[in-house]
């Protein structure tokens, strides 16, 4: 286990490390003055000069570099060219803010996707499992950009039951001091934090949904599938046989079995996830790290740009490396197969 | 299995207790006030700025002015001067301060002394004198009083004592009181503007803004929300509301929704057809004949505009009725002149620019402009009251200039560096608009087309023409209406021979918001204001 | 000259053809493949097809209902959007950015990536090893967000839409590819092969190709529905194809503005682009199951 932990660390720090001098290079990539790009402040400015010696701008491409580095670790990430505010503290906000909805995606996901995929797999080739899994398919090839639009205007507009957009009605007056806005609304000194904490989940309702509808309809599918596979298996028939119900069938045996295939397709899932997050972001304006990065784009802000991609593309890594470490951890055939290649 | 069970009856019960319509409503909501602007404000200074964005967050809210202007009376009222007269036929303006106002009392700021006198010298100076320590903090561009000259006008501002100002004039002029009531002539506090010099962040002065307006700033963020207080110490009739806030939405689809939702109070620029088409009853629209103009610019600094001929053949291009129809919905009236009908010195042109493509190509052969000839239209990001979608009135254009042999290629940024990117000129020609800070007619001219707009960006068709530019310093100097009638009437027929710019529409103004919200102002010239804003719910 | 068949001879189907004849049993896969090969058909005639010009405007006729409506007029079968535009046209030109291009781009990809990762998997050196490992870490970065970060480099616009998404699944292919040609070459037909002296481009084009020819089908289908909601979704962010250019994404993002006064005019690129993606789904998930059946037996 420590022999696989410490390689897969290896392979994660190579990872992260290609990322940073691929982000370095980015400054060279975008039009215009590199330091301007790598600290947000303009050739005009007085602080340019600052700038300029604090990241080495006379000095060779190594020990640039390093001074990049040094500024990456030190989150001194330079400040948005649009606004003129820290970059870091705004991409800790908004990461945490994606975040957020993106946990509660994934465990929405988890929470209707298992069951509906066991239960048709319980009745497998039964109309339920047909109507189920006709379902899925359809649901899996939604655009997210169009079902959005259509929940808003059933839910939010035609029944006026939840809010278009936005993270909390901004009347509360919570300030986004860590971005999530659930763990904000507890930190104020509001006297009104019940409310608060109601109308927050109301306006959550939407963008989970939206976010979770894919990965729930992947999950399922791969449920149903695993599941039926293993219930063909002769030991399964076995117990049948014995007069185990199928429920307790699909319960005990089917489901820890199909655990483990999920687990690995929960990095994909993740990833998945966090790429529609730019778009449900983006329509629910929610003040996410997707939506950061898309304005950046559109306007062009370099340092906001490279933070944002950094982020979203360690954060991937990073969540590749837990579920790997997790799968290793909990099925040691994992580790075998893994050095039966190295 | 197990799980589930558990939480979903949760999830359930959240759902309906957050969605049940029985509830409440909560005190936060019931004092405050959801204002969903269509964008961010560059700063929080209007002496700055020409972006109505900015304007509108920033004027009426936070700051006052010397005088105002009542719309209803068409007459100037006392604000931070409780009078004033004319010395020395009118070359000379004494304005006598009212006391006892305090500035803001902020996080960042608490003033230990009343308004006086040397706010409104230091407020002056910053625009009017390049030597003070503030003049080039932010740019050192004052558009709005470069391009009414405002700064040449004023000679100097004078102390005379405590509670009583000077402004010495170079020339007696007509539309200075005009000026000084308009939205970018704001009182900032020279106490707090000290105390940032000494600890060396002046920029702060202008981002995190200290006034004697009805509200106090406390925070913004970009893309999502500015947050005001109300001020409790504010010397007239203040707001009934505790908080405002804006809510940054630029799409106005998602502001309509938002208005029927009840998440906004109060949005500008509604898409008014499509609210009539939903007939909602809590919604009020209110609309106001407002004096502005959208128009399609031609950068006369580059070539081919450079050729009156080009620009002429360009707008007999452009089916502008159908413009009227499909994006203004028939709510505006085309323009065959920059001055909106209702001014006193319109005047109907001679040239009338109908829609003619054969006449269109014909013209552009004529200047030697080849068909398959590419350009650039820079349609605004935003709405705003001359132009209710510039992107789909940039399409509307797209086809008929092809319909000519012209491939126009649409081109669009975030609403501030759209903005600063047209005043460097990067683009062929622009749909962007006007509207008046004041009544006087001269404010369509000149800031708009003097050569002195040129350097300060607010010219979109770098159009310097010296002839042009005579009758607008004719027409100002003088105060008969009758022989400033003439000369407008002649600057109108030398623009449209010109054509620097194609005017397109006169537009109604409107403003959409929830039939418990009251007092909320929407002056005929400048930004919208909250200063009586209130609620009158029912419980 | 032709060689007569002198001897009786078994006639052996290919793995493709094995897989296709499960597949030719299932009804929704068959009726999925004929909505796509309609809609091949229909995407390359669109040119003739339309009616009007996409960009024409008729300002007589401006958010006109579907002509199955009270107020449609049969001249305009789908309606026409706020412009005047004939919906009909649109939808039809949009076919071609929509679902002609994302097959261009697949098909290229997969070119690219099918040969990259023949060699990986032939070719066993540690430097493969590495780049194995640093290329399963890149496959975890979903192609959407690698098409993102190409963009925000290249700047928004069309032809670096289709530059990002084409270099985007790339990965994915040499992957399925490695992986594949790996576990077939360690295979007793392969090794039997090898061991008759057959060369290694003879042993990858006419053994391991044609066993591995399902698994990369499979891999086309997926591919083309991710590049298809790709391009439709950079549209729809305003990334991708910029106006008048008529794509179903890029329709749906400036028809919301219209909702109400003209539900049409977002419904049906809508449904285009839903009927499309499900349509490959369907197929993409038979050919699988088709696959899993021929292993199984």
Redesign the interface.
């Known amino acids: 286990m420590t022999r696989f932990l410490i390689n897969r660390l290896l392979y994660l720090v190579l990872a992260i490390w290609l990322l940073t001098i691929f982000s370095f290079c980015l400054n060279w990539l975008f039009p215009g003055d590199v330091i301007t790009n790598m600290s947000g402040i303009r050739p005009l400015s007085p602080n340019y000069d600052m700038a300029f010696q604090l990241r080495g701008g006379d000095s060779n491409l190594f020990i640039q570099y390093s001074y990049y580095l040094q500024n990456l670790i030190n989150f001194d990430w330079g400040v948005s060219l ?2 003129q ?1 820290p970059v870091w503290a705004e991409a800790t906000r908004t990461f945490m803010a994606t975040f957020e909805i993106l946990l509660l995606g994934l465990l929405l996901a988890l ?1 209707t996707g298992l ?1 509906l995929g066991a239960l048709a797999a319980a009745r497998y080739k039964s109309p339920v499992d047909k109507v189920i899994i006709s379902t899925a398919i359809g649901g899996y090839s939604i655009p997210v950009f169009w079902l959005a639009q259509l929940l ?1 205007l059933l839910f ?2 035609k029944i ?7 993270q909390i ?5 919570i ?2 001091k860590t971005g999530s806005i659930l763990i904000d609304v507890m930190l104020s000194q ?3 934090k019940t ?2 904490l ?2 927050a ?2 306006h959550m ?1 939407l963008p989970v949904v939206v976010l979770a509808s894919l990965p729930s309809m992947l999950l399922l599918r791969m449920m149903r599938n695993t599941t039926v596979e293993v219930m063909q298996k002769p030991y399964v028939k076995a117990v049948r046989a014995r007069g185990l119900s199928p429920f307790r069938v699909v ?1 005990r045996h089917a489901v820890p079995n199909a655990i483990q295939g999920i687990i690995q397709q929960l990095t994909f899932i993740f990833g998945l996830m966090l790429a529609n997050s730019v778009i449900v972001e983006s329509i629910f ?1 929610w ?1 996410g790290i997707g ?1 950061w990065l898309l ?1 950046a784009i ?3 802000d370099y340092p906001v740009i490279q933070a944002a991609l950094l982020i979203l593309v360690a954060t991937t890594l990073v969540v590749n490396f837990i579920f790997d470490i997790y799968r290793g951890w909990r099925f040691p055939i994992v580790r075998e197969e893994r050095y039966g290649t190295a | ?1 197990i ?2 069970r558990s ?1 979903f009856p949760v999830i359930v019960t ?2 309906v ?3 049940g ?1 029985e509830r409440e409503i ?4 019931r ?2 006030l ?1 204002y969903c602007s269509e964008g961010n404000p560059e700063g929080f200074n209007p002496q700055l700025v020409t972006s109505g964005t900015t304007v509108d967050a920033t004027a009426a809210q936070l700051y006052d002015r010397l005088i105002d202007y009542d719309a209803s009376s068409q007459q100037f009222v006392p604000a931070l001067a409780t009078r004033w007269q004319p010395l020395d036929e009118g070359t000379r303006y004494r304005f006598y301060l009212r006391e006892d106002v305090s500035f803001h009392e902020t996080d960042y700021f608490s003033p230990s002394r009343k308004f006086n006198a040397d706010d409104v010298i230091f407020s002056f100076n910053r625009w009017l004198d390049p030597t003070s320590l503030y003049h080039n903090v932010g740019g050192g561009d004052y558009p709005f009083f470069t391009a009414t000259g405002l700064d040449k006008l004023i000679k100097r501002v004078v102390k005379v004592d405590r509670y009583t100002v000077d402004i010495i004039l170079r020339n007696a002029d007509s539309s200075f009181l005009a000026n000084l009531a308009t939205d970018f002539a704001v009182i900032l506090s020279a106490e707090y503007a000290g105390q940032l010099a000494v600890k060396e962040t002046p920029e702060q002065l202008d981002t995190q803004p200290v006034g004697t307006g009805p509200y106090r700033f406390r ?1 913004f ?5 500015i ?1 005001y207080n109300r001020n409790p110490d504010y010397w007239r009739q203040g707001p009934g509301i505790e ?1 405002l ?1 804006y ?1 940054i ?1 630029p ?4 502001r309509m ?2 208005l ?4 906004c109070d109060v949005i500008p620029y509604p ?1 008014v ?2 609210l009539q ?2 007939n909602q009853k809590q919604i009020k629209v209110q609309s106001e004949v407002s004096p502005n103009v959208g128009f399609w610019a031609f950068n006369t600094d580059k070539e081919p505009f450079n050729d009156p001929t080009v620009r002429q053949a360009l707008a007999f291009a452009i ?1 502008r ?2 413009i009227i ?2 994006i203004y919905y028939g709510n505006a009236e085309l323009a065959d002149s920059i001055l909106p009908p209702t001014s006193w010195a319109y005047t109907t042109t001679s040239q009338q620019y109908e829609y003619n493509p054969e006449k269109a190509r014909q013209l552009l052969d004529q200047a030697g402009v080849e068909p398959g000839f590419k350009m650039t239209i820079w349609a605004m990001p935003v709405q705003r009251v001359y132009n209710p ?1 510039a ?2 009135m ?3 254009m ?2 008929d200039l ?1 319909q000519v042999g012209v491939e126009a ?2 081109v669009s ?2 609403w ?2 759209f903005r600063r990117r047209l005043s460097r000129g990067e683009h062929d020609t622009a749909l962007v608009g006007w509207y008046a800070d004041n009544a006087d007619p001269d404010n369509f001219f000149r800031p708009l087309l003097s050569c002195a707009a040129v350097s300060t960006g607010s010219n979109r068709a770098n159009w310097c023409h010296r002839g042009f530019d005579q009758i607008l310093v004719n027409a100002i100097s003088t105060t008969d209406t009758e022989k400033r009638k003439q000369l407008y009437h002649s600057a109108q027929q030398l623009l449209n021979q010109q054509l620097p710019l194609l005017p397109i529409a006169h537009s109604m103004r409107y403003q959409a918001q929830q039939d418990y919200v009251t007092g909320v102002e929407l002056p005929p010239y400048g930004g919208i204001s909250f200063r009586k804003a209130g609620k009158e719910l029912q419980q | 000259m032709a060689q007569p068949d002198l001897y009786y001879k078994d006639n052996n189907p290919s793995p493709l053809q094995l897989v296709w004849y499960s597949f030719r049993g299932r009804t929704a896969a068959m009726f999925a493949l004929w909505v796509l090969i309609a809609l091949l058909a229909v995407t390359l005639l669109s040119p003739i097809l339309i009616p009007y010009s996409p ?3 008729f ?1 007589d006729a ?1 958010s006109l209902p579907p002509s199955w409506t009270q107020q449609g007029n049969i001249q305009f079968m789908f309606g026409t959007d ?3 535009r004939d919906m009909l046209s649109r939808m039809l030109i949009g076919s071609l950015y929509s679902f002609a291009l994302p097959l261009t781009i697949v098909i290229v990809s997969s070119t690219f990536g099918i040969f990259i990762g023949a060699l990986a998997g032939v070719d066993r050196n540690f430097k493969y090893q590495l780049l194995g490992h640093v290329f399963d870490r890149v496959l975890t970065i979903p192609s959407f967000l690698l098409a993102l970060v190409i963009i925000a480099i290249l700047g928004p616009g069309l032809g670096n839409a289709i530059i990002a998404i084409t270099l985007s699944l790339i990965p994915q292919f040499i992957y399925v590819t490695r992986n594949a040609v790996h576990s077939e070459w360690q295979k007793d037909y392969v090794t039997a092969s090898r061991l008759n002296g057959c060369s290694d481009t003879y042993l990858m084009y006419r053994v391991i190709l044609p066993n591995i020819t399902p698994a990369l089908v499979m891999q086309l289908t997926v591919a083309l529905s991710v590049a298809i909601m790709d391009i439709a979704a950079l549209s729809f962010l305003g990334l991708g194809v ?3 250019t008529p794509e179903w994404g890029s329709m749906l993002s ?1 028809s ?6 003209s539900p049409w005019s977002m419904v049906l690129p809508g449904i285009a682009l839903f009927i499309t993606i499900t349509s490959i789904n369907v197929v993409g998930d038979s050919l699988r199951r088709s696959i899993k059946q021929r292993m199984d037996n």
């Open positions: 649009v606004s505010k929470l069951p808003i939010a507009v006026p039951w939840l809010p278009i957009t936005g009605d901004p009347l509360y007056l300030e986004p509001s006297e009104h409310d608060a109601y109308n989940l109301a309702v319960t304006n003040p939506s304005k559109i306007e062009r | 299995m799980k589930l939480t959240l759902l207790t957050a969605c319509g909560p005190e936060p909501l004092e405050g959801v925070r963020r970009k893309d999502y929300f947050r908080h806030v809510s939405t799409n106005a689809n998602k929704l938002k029927v939702t009840g998440e898409l057809s499509k088409s939903l089916n009725q159908a129809d499909a979608n992107r789909r940039a399409e509307l797209q086809s092809a290629r649409i940024y975030e501030n560096s | 960009a024409q405007q300002s401006i706020d412009l005047g910029q106006a008048p400036r919301l503005d219209e909702v109400y006064l």
